[in-house]
C-alpha cells in the first residue's frame, strides 16, 4: 500500500485541473481516472465554448492534453476505478481496481492525506446499442455544450422534467425545429416551464413515444439523420428525420462508495461548503473541522469535492475546471495547516 498527500478520483475537467494545480504545488496527485477516462467530453466531438480555442477543439483531444499537461508537472494518472473508500480513519483508505466489472482485474490499495473528489456524474441514456455509436456525432446529453452546431437543422429531445424543457429551450434559439420526445401525454415540468415552451412556435411533440433505433451515415461524414419512435400506447412505430438527438432525462452523480461516509443530497450529489450556500442549505458546525473556509470542503475534513458530482446546475467544462482549482487550492492550503509538507 503506498501513501501520498493527494489523490484525485476522476479525470475529467474538475480532476484533471485539480491535478495540474496540485502538482504544480508539488504534491505528486495520484489521478485515478475512473470508468470514463477524460469525463464526459469524451462523448462530444467539437468543443467550441472553451477559452483558448477560437476554432474550437475535439473532446477527446481537449482532455488528452489536459492530462498530458498535469503529467508535465509530475501528477501519475492511473487507469484505475475507485470501488472502496474508507474516511474514518487517516490517512484515508481507497481501493481501485483497474475494471471493476471483472473480478480477475487488479486490486490496488492507497492511503492518503487529502482526497479530491471528481468523479462526475454520468448522464442517462437510452440503452440502445446505436445511441452510442452516434454518441458525439448527433446524439448528445447536453444543449448548452452542442447547441450552436445545429444551426437551421432539426433536432430531437427525449424528456418531460424540467431538463428536457430547458434544453428543449435553449435549442430553439439555433434549431429550426425541436421535437419534444415523452412517453407520457404531460410534461412532468414545472407550470411556468411548461407554458413557456408550449408557446414556442418552433417545438413539435411526440406524445406517449420512445426513440427505439438512431439512424445516420458514416460517410463522408459520421452523423445522425434521423431515429424511429414507437407508441407507449399501441407500440406502432414511425421514422422522423432529425440531425440530431439531446437526451435530457437526468444525471446519476457517481458517489456510490462515499454513501454513508460523505453529506449528500437526496439523489447522490456531495455537498461541499460552496454547494450548501448555493441550495440554502444550512451546514451542522461539526461538519468543517478545516482551519479555514474551504468552499469546497466536504463534510469530511480533508476531503474535497468538485465538478459534476456537486454541480446540478451548470455542468459545463469550464465551471468544473474552474471547481477544480479551487478544490486543488483548498486541498494544498488545509495540508499546510494541517501539517502536511
Known amino acids: 500500500m503506498s501513501r501520498h498527500s493527494v489523490l484525485v478520483l476522476g479525470s475529467g475537467s474538475a480532476g484533471l485541473t485539480a491535478a495540474i494545480y496540485s502538482a504544480r504545488a508539488n504534491f505528486a496527485p495520484i489521478v485515478l481516472e ?26 477527446p483531444e481537449l482532455m488528452d492534453l489536459m492530462r498530458k499537461q498535469a503529467q508535465r508537472f509530475g501528477a501519475d494518472t492511473r487507469y484505475q476505478t475507485v470501488v472502496k473508500v474508507d474516511l474514518s480513519r487517516r490517512p484515508f483508505h481507497v481501493t481501485a481496481q483497474e475494471d471493476p466489472t471483472d473480478d480477475r482485474s487488479g486490486v490496488f490499495e492507497y492511503e492518503a492525506d487529502a482526497l479530491i473528489v471528481a468523479t462526475g456524474a454520468t448522464a442517462r441514456i437510452l440503452g440502445l446499442p446505436t445511441e452510442r455509436e452516434y454518441m458525439g456525432y448527433g446524439v448528445g446529453t447536453c444543449a448548452t455544450c452542442d447547441g450552436a452546431l445545429f444551426r437551421n437543422k432539426e433536432v430531437a429531445v427525449v424528456g418531460g422534467g424540467d431538463t428536457a424543457i430547458e434544453e428543449a429551450t435553449f435549442l430553439t434559439r439555433y434549431a429550426r425545429k425541436v421535437t419534444l420526445i ?29 426513440v427505439t433505433e438512431v439512424h445516420g451515415i458514416q460517410e463522408p461524414h459520421k452523423k445522425v439523420t434521423g431515429i424511429t419512435i414507437r407508441s407507449t400506447v399501441d407500440g406502432a412505430t414511425r421514422s422522423m428525420d432529425v440531425d440530431g438527438l439531446f437526451l435530457a432525462i437526468g444525471h446519476v452523480p457517481n458517489t456510490s462508495a462515499f454513501r454513508g461516509q460523505l453529506a449528500m443530497t437526496p439523489e447522490g450529489y456531495l455537498l461541499n461548503r460552496n454547494a450548501c450556500a448555493w441550495k440554502g442549505v444550512e451546514a451542522p458546525a461539526d461538519w468543517f473541522e478545516s482551519f479555514a473556509n474551504f468552499g469546497t470542503s466536504t463534510s469530511v475534513s480533508g476531503v474535497f469535492a468538485c465538478g459534476d458530482v456537486v454541480d446540478t446546475h451548470y455542468r459545463q467544462a469550464i465551471t468544473a475546471s474552474g471547481s477544480g482549482c479551487a478544490a486543488a487550492i483548498d486541498s494544498e492550503k488545509w495540508l499546510e495547516q494541517a501539517g502536511h509538507h
Do not use: C
Not at 472553451?50 to 477543439?57: K, L, R, S
Not at 415540468?189 to 406517449?208: F, G, Q, T
Open 34 to 59: 475512473g470508468r470514463e477516462p477524460g469525463g464526459q467530453l469524451t462523448w462530444t466531438t467539437l468543443v467550441e465554448n472553451f477559452p483558448g480555442w477560437p476554432e474550437g477543439v475535439m473532446g
Open 182 to 210: 415523452h412517453r407520457r401525454n404531460e410534461l412532468r415540468a414545472s407550470k411556468i416551464m411548461r407554458e413557456r415552451l408550449l408557446a414556442n412556435p418552433k417545438v413539435e411533440y411526440a406524445w406517449d413515444s420512445e
